[in-house]
C-alpha cells in the first residue's frame, strides 16, 4: 500500500490559498494537514475557522485536523460541521483522553492522538484501541521547517510493536521536518501517514515532490 502523504498547508502563502490548494486536489496527495495552534499549548498562532471552512469548500481531499491546543473537545462539533475526515487532539492537552475520542467519534469523525517528542509512548497505550490514528511528532509543535528528530523512529518502530501486539488498526502518522530520507526510514518503521509542509511547497515541483514521498 502506497504511503499516504498529507501535507501541511501551515508552510503555503496563504495570499495564494486557492492556488496551492488546486494544485494540491490536481497532487497524489490523499488528505490535506491542518495545523491549529492556540498560543497556549504551544507558543504560536495559526488560523481558526474560517481559513479551515474556505479550504473544505475548496477540496475534496479528506481533512486531517490537528488540534494544538488547549480544550479541544470544546471544537468537536465545529470540526465535524466542516467535513473532516480525522480530528486529533494531543495527549499531554486531554484529560478525559477516552471520553475525547468517543466524542470525536459519535460525531462522525475518525479519533486521533498526538503525542510530542519527549511524551512517551506510554502515555496512549491505553487508547491505542480506541484510537484511529497515532501521530507521532517529529519536531516539537509550534513552527513549520524545523530539523526532524532522529529517535522518532525508533519511537515510531517501538510504536509498530505496540498497534500489532494490541491488534489496534490504528495508522501511525508523523509530522515534522520530514524530507524524502526520513521517508524511506518511517516507512520501513512501521509509519503509514507522513506529514509534510515546507518540504513540499518550497520545492520546485510540489506535485511530484508528493508522488515522490508517497512512493518511499
Given at each position: 500500500?502506497?504511503?499516504?502523504?498529507?501535507?501541511?498547508?501551515?508552510?503555503?502563502?496563504?495570499?495564494?490559498?486557492?492556488?496551492?490548494?488546486?494544485?494540491?486536489?490536481?497532487?497524489?496527495?490523499?488528505?490535506?494537514?491542518?495545523?491549529?495552534?492556540?498560543?497556549?499549548?504551544?507558543?504560536?498562532?495559526?488560523?481558526?475557522?474560517?481559513?479551515?471552512?474556505?479550504?473544505?469548500?475548496?477540496?475534496?481531499?479528506?481533512?486531517?485536523?490537528?488540534?494544538?491546543?488547549?480544550?479541544p473537545e470544546n471544537y468537536i462539533q465545529q470540526t465535524a460541521k466542516l467535513g473532516a475526515?480525522?480530528?486529533?487532539?494531543?495527549?499531554?492537552?486531554?484529560?478525559?483522553?477516552?471520553?475525547?475520542?468517543?466524542?470525536?467519534?459519535?460525531?462522525?469523525?475518525?479519533?486521533?492522538?498526538?503525542?510530542?517528542?519527549?511524551?512517551?509512548?506510554?502515555?496512549?497505550?491505553?487508547?491505542?484501541?480506541?484510537?484511529?490514528?497515532?501521530?507521532?511528532?517529529?519536531?516539537?509543535?509550534?513552527?513549520?521547517?524545523?530539523?526532524?528528530?532522529?529517535?522518532?523512529?525508533?519511537?515510531?518502530?517501538?510504536?509498530?510493536?505496540?498497534?500489532?501486539?494490541?491488534?489496534?488498526?490504528?495508522?501511525?502518522?508523523?509530522?515534522?521536518?520530514?524530507?524524502?530520507?526520513?521517508?524511506?526510514?518511517?516507512?520501513?518503521?512501521?509509519?503509514?501517514?507522513?506529514?509534510?509542509?515546507?518540504?513540499?511547497?518550497?520545492?520546485?515541483?510540489?506535485?511530484?515532490?508528493?508522488?515522490?514521498?508517497?512512493?518511499?
Open positions: 500500500m502506497a504511503t499516504i502523504i498529507s501535507p501541511s498547508i501551515l508552510s503555503i502563502d496563504f495570499a495564494d490559498l486557492r492556488e496551492n490548494i488546486e494544485m494540491l486536489n490536481e497532487s497524489e496527495a490523499e488528505w490535506i494537514h491542518l495545523d491549529i495552534m492556540d498560543g497556549v499549548f504551544v507558543p504560536n498562532i495559526s488560523f481558526g475557522f474560517p481559513v479551515m471552512k474556505a479550504i473544505s469548500r475548496l477540496t475534496s481531499k479528506r481533512l486531517d485536523v490537528h488540534y494544538m491546543i488547549i480544550h475526515y480525522v480530528m486529533t487532539v494531543h495527549a499531554e492537552t486531554c484529560k478525559q483522553l477516552h471520553d475525547t475520542i468517543d466524542k470525536i467519534h459519535a460525531a462522525g469523525m475518525k479519533a486521533g492522538v498526538s503525542i510530542n517528542p519527549d511524551s512517551p509512548l506510554s502515555m496512549i497505550e491505553d487508547v491505542l484501541i480506541d484510537a484511529d490514528l497515532i501521530l507521532v511528532m517529529s519536531v516539537f509543535p509550534g513552527f513549520g521547517g524545523q530539523k526532524f528528530i532522529e529517535t522518532s523512529v525508533d519511537k515510531v518502530r517501538e510504536l509498530r510493536k505496540m498497534i500489532d501486539k494490541t491488534g489496534s488498526n490504528a495508522l501511525i502518522e508523523v509530522d515534522g521536518g520530514i524530507q524524502s530520507e526520513q521517508a524511506r526510514v518511517l516507512v520501513e518503521a512501521g509509519a503509514d501517514v507522513l506529514v509534510a509542509g515546507s518540504y513540499v511547497f518550497n520545492s520546485d515541483n510540489p506535485k511530484k515532490t508528493i508522488a515522490d514521498l508517497r512512493n518511499s
